[in-house]
T-cell receptor, first 113, second 115 residues
Framework: DAMVIQNPRYQVTQFGKPVTLSCSQT?????MYWYQQKSSQAPKLLFH???????NEADTPDNFQSRRPNTSFCFLDIRSPGLGDAAMYLC????????????FGPGTRLTVL | AQSVTQLGSHVSVSEGALVLLRCNYS??????LFWYVQYPNQGLQLLLK??????LVKGINGFEAEFKKSETSFHLTKPSAHMSDAAEYFC?????????????FGTGTRLQVTL
């Protein structure tokens, strides 16, 4: 089945230690999104890629970076995680800028010690 | 600019009772509207969506929603709740941002189903 896969599902890191979260998709979608979701809150868009075109949300901290080496994979890098970065990180895809439906992965829960 | 308001952060119903989760939106352009469900430690799963056409939209697991432009509402309903419906529900409206569509989510409604 075509799907969005996130690895790992659970990630524990130490304060200030860089961490990378991974997302892959078999849907061959052009657009990939990263969301941050804190407990009991709505998902908050961090950035998205349309193909290789990177789009950062205005309020996304510089501590968050992303890479998309090819259509299938996208990575979220947190350069120096703080306690406030503990959250669920959701990856999503959509076919293109016309299609409004987004398909979500299962998420990676990040714990910062 | 777009926004979504979900009335009621927690809703509790008895098994077999009607489920009604409220969503009101604000949009400067004709909206595309979505309901997503999220189970604990899972991603978001699309329940249903309204783009154009018929205003009553049927989704998975027996849920449906009606787009009412005059009321700027898109409430989610299910005639008979099941224990497996207990989850977090998010209403969302989409709009364009840069080169892609962007979802603006409501704050979510946690549905509890009791025996």
């Amino acid at each position: 089945d075509a799907m969005v896969i996130q690895n790992p599902r659970y990630q524990v890191t130490q304060f200030g230690k860089p961490v990378t979260l991974s997302c892959s998709q078999t849907l061959n979608h052009n657009v990939m999104y990263w969301y941050q979701q804190k407990s009991s809150q709505a998902p908050k868009l961090l950035f998205h890629y349309y193909d290789k075109d990177f789009n950062n949300e205005a309020d996304t901290p510089d501590n968050f970076q992303s890479r998309r080496p090819n259509t299938s994979f996208c990575f979220l890098d947190i350069r120096s995680p703080g306690l406030g970065d503990a959250a669920m990180y959701l990856c999503a895809t959509s076919r293109d800028h016309v299609s409004n439906e987004q398909f979500f992965g299962p998420g990676t829960r990040l714990t910062v010690l | 600019a777009q926004s979504v308001t979900q009335l009621g952060s927690h809703v509790s119903v008895s098994e077999g009772a009607l489920v009604l989760l409220r969503c009101n939106y604000s949009s400067s352009v004709p909206p595309y509207l979505f309901w997503y469900v999220q189970y604990p430690n899972q991603g978001l799963q699309l329940l249903l969506k309204y783009t154009t056409g018929a205003t009553l939209v049927k989704g998975i697991n027996g849920f449906e929603a009606e787009f009412k432009k005059s009321e700027t509402s898109f409430h989610l309903t299910k005639p008979s709740a099941h224990m497996s419906d207990a989850a977090e529900y998010f209403c969302a409206v989409s709009g364009r941002t840069g080169t892609a569509s962007k979802l603006t989510f409501g704050t979510g409604t946690r549905l509890q189903v009791t025996l």
